[in-house]
């Protein structure tokens, strides 16, 4: 243990060794990747080698949420709550702590962003299981992110805590960063030296913000840090040395007649590619390109979305006879504006995920490497996938894959600036999500199959043809692309405890994943089927009307649509031809192709018995 009973003034001064930090670490960078340390450290690739020959699903699925825990949306948002609960939870608000976290994690994200504009580091040459940013693999952004916020808690938790869970919690918490550092090699993402910079630099900033606002202060009868005191910080070693325009369409090339193409029986095929400007880039875009003629499509036509035409020119490209494939090469904005075009066409449409969520190509089980999740499509069969129909006052006819909804998602949607989303990804969404936690809850009423009236209070609906968040999170568990059916969920916290509770049910189907949600309708109980205390509300139709007292912020596949007081949405059962490695959840063939004419719909009749004076309606058919 160390004392300190200087001024806050002369801790200050330990931010002088930040600039120390970030020359320390760009020198790092340097030596690794100079031509030296590169015989050095060859043999990296071995390691990086070897994780990408032995992966495995349930290794992908654990490192793909560890991976998510240290994302930079996640570190925001986790660092947000954490420092909202330290001032509000508390009798008394713990300042120094909330500071410590918060700079922490901002320091350690400052550092890294500045040396990666100074080093250059290609990543792996291995398939990569993530989308890579445009930034440096030297060092790892999300193993020094994952240090500063859980080493950051782990401080806290060491100081703070008494009794066996201390010791419980601070392990935990520091297990986190070297979890993080595994998940991102096995995933193809960093070198071993990577992970150690990010350790190092994590670490590094942990020491400097620590000895700024914690030094000096232990607990009072509150709680409260107190000057003067002894020190808060866990015993350390070597604690005195801080470790453009849019690019233009690719030409299509033609001319000679592939194997492939020939053992179809036809001179050549033909594709329309779909391309998002700025999910897809020139790179990118000419690999698509090549891909798509090394197996037969020789015929090529290219064409950009904009605000104006989010699909491009498809429609027309489709409504001219001899169009075999779609590709859409974008976000779930771009895989919607195709699907509208195409659902009950019979053209199969192809996914090459580039865009932020790529929720439908998550839920299909589709690599999120843009080039794996083409070869794999191309070399796979087409199954049909439902689409969902949604209306309202103000809301033109449109198709969607995913959700749509209204509330507290809306509104974040609406509310993210274009700029800060290109800029952070899904952080931006929750900055502006942060904006509208106090939001009031929305009146409404809800009719499932033109059934009975129901009225519930909720701050956020949302309606799923896919229930799977990023991170295997399942929003809608029951939500499968071949039902046949929509799932609707009714968020409704209330308090603090009524959003843990929601956290806690939310994460733990991602934990207890080998036990999936059991297909069907849900149960016939009161008011539908409530989870979480009551936080979580779902209902199962194939059409779902929901009226607002008062126009709210509505959103479709994570587009923002004008307010209104009214949706309907319903299930177009098969109407989607998507082209996959196999059936979607890994079922048999049959299963989806079965999916167009579902023998059991959630109709009138299984109607749930409510307690919650809901009006009764004359039940109506479902319109198709």
């Not at 008394?92 to 080093?119: E, N």
């Not at 193809?188 to 000096?216: E, K, R, Y």
């Not at 609906?461 to 999170?473: C, D, E, K, M, T």
Request: neutral net charge; glycine residues 12%; aromatic residues 6%.
């Amino acid at each position: 243990m160390t004392t300190d009973s200087g001024t806050a003034a002369r801790r200050a001064r330990f931010l002088w060794l930040v600039p120390a930090q970030f020359a320390a670490m760009v020198a790092l960078g340097l030596f690794v990747t100079g031509a030296p340390a590169a015989r050095l450290l060859s043999a990296e690739d071995r390691v990086t080698d070897g994780f990408a020959a032995h992966r495995n699903p349930w290794a992908n699925t654990v490192t793909e949420w560890l991976s998510v825990m240290a994302s930079t949306e996640v570190i925001i948002g986790v660092t947000l709550l954490c420092i909202v609960a330290l001032l509000v939870l508390p009798g008394t608000p713990r300042w120094a702590d909330a500071v410590f976290l918060g700079a922490s994690v901002a320091v350690q994200s400052a550092v890294f962003l500045a040396v990666t504009m100074c080093v250059e580091r290609p990543r792996p040459d291995v398939p990569r299981l993530d989308g890579a940013p445009p930034t440096s693999s030297f060092p790892s952004g999300h193993v020094g992110a994952s240090v500063a916020l859980y080493g950051g808690l782990a401080v806290l938790a060491w100081t703070r805590l008494r009794g066996p869970w201390r010791y419980v919690a601070t392990a935990f918490l520091i297990l986190v960063a070297p979890a993080v550092g595994v998940s991102r090699m096995y995933r193809g993402m960093h070198h071993p030296s990577d992970v150690a910079g990010g350790l190092i630099n994590g670490f590094a900033t942990l020491l400097v913000i620590g000895a700024v606002f914690l030094a000096g202060r232990t607990r009072d009868t509150d709680g409260e840090p107190q000057e003067g005191a002894d020190t808060v910080l866990p015993d350390v070693p070597d604690r005195g040395r801080p470790h453009a325009p849019a690019p233009a369409v690719p030409a299509a090339r033609g001319g000679a007649v592939r194997p492939d193409a020939e053992a179809d029986g036809r001179p050549g095929r033909t594709v329309v590619v779909v391309r998002h400007p700025l999910g897809c880039p020139d790179e990118l875009a000419e690999q698509v390109r090549i891909s798509l003629h090394d197996h037969g499509w020789t015929e090529q036509r290219w064409t950009h979305t904009s605000v104006e035409r989010p699909g491009g020119t498809l429609p027309e490209e489709c409504a001219e006879p001899g169009v075999d494939l779609v590709v859409a090469c974008g976000g779930d904005g771009t895989v919607r504006a195709c699907a509208d075009v195409l659902a009950g066409t019979g053209i199969p449409l192809a996914l090459v995920p580039c865009g932020t969520g790529n929720l439908l190509a998550r839920n299909l089980d589709l690599p999120l490497d843009p080039r794996a999740a083409l070869e794999e499509a191309l070399t796979g069969e087409d199954f049909p996938i439902d689409v969902g129909s949604v209306c309202g006052d103000g809301l033109p006819s449109t198709r969607f894959t995913v959700m749509t909804g209204a509330g507290f998602d809306a509104a974040t949607v609406r509310d993210t600036s274009p700029a800060l989303k290109a800029r952070l990804g899904w952080a931006a969404y929750v900055l502006s999500g942060a904006r509208h936690l106090a939001d009031p809850g929305m009146r409404l009423t809800v009719r499932l199959d033109g059934g009975r009236v129901r009225r519930r209070r909720a701050r956020m609906v949302v309606v799923g043809n896919v229930g799977a968040l990023q991170g295997g999170l399942e929003l809608l568990p029951r939500a499968r692309p071949d039902s046949g059916r929509l799932e609707l969920v009714l968020f409704d916290p209330h308090g603090a405890a009524g959003w843990l509770a929601a956290a806690g049910h939310l994460v733990s189907r991602v934990v207890r994943k080998g036990a999936p949600a059991p297909d069907g309708p849900a149960p016939a109980q009161a008011g539908g089927r409530r989870v979480a205390g009551g936080s979580l509300e779902y209902f199962t139709a194939r059409r779902i009307e929901i009226r607002f007292t008062g126009a709210q912020p509505r959103e479709v596949d994570g587009d923002t649509m004008a307010d209104g007081s009214h949706l309907l949405a319903e299930v177009e059962p098969g109407a989607l031809r998507i082209r996959l490695p196999r059936a979607p959840g890994g079922a048999p063939r049959d299963r989806a192709t079965h999916a167009a004419h579902p023998q059991h719909p959630v109709s009138d009749t299984h109607e749930y018995h409510d307690e919650h004076g809901d009006e009764h309606a004359r039940p109506r058919p479902a319109h198709h």
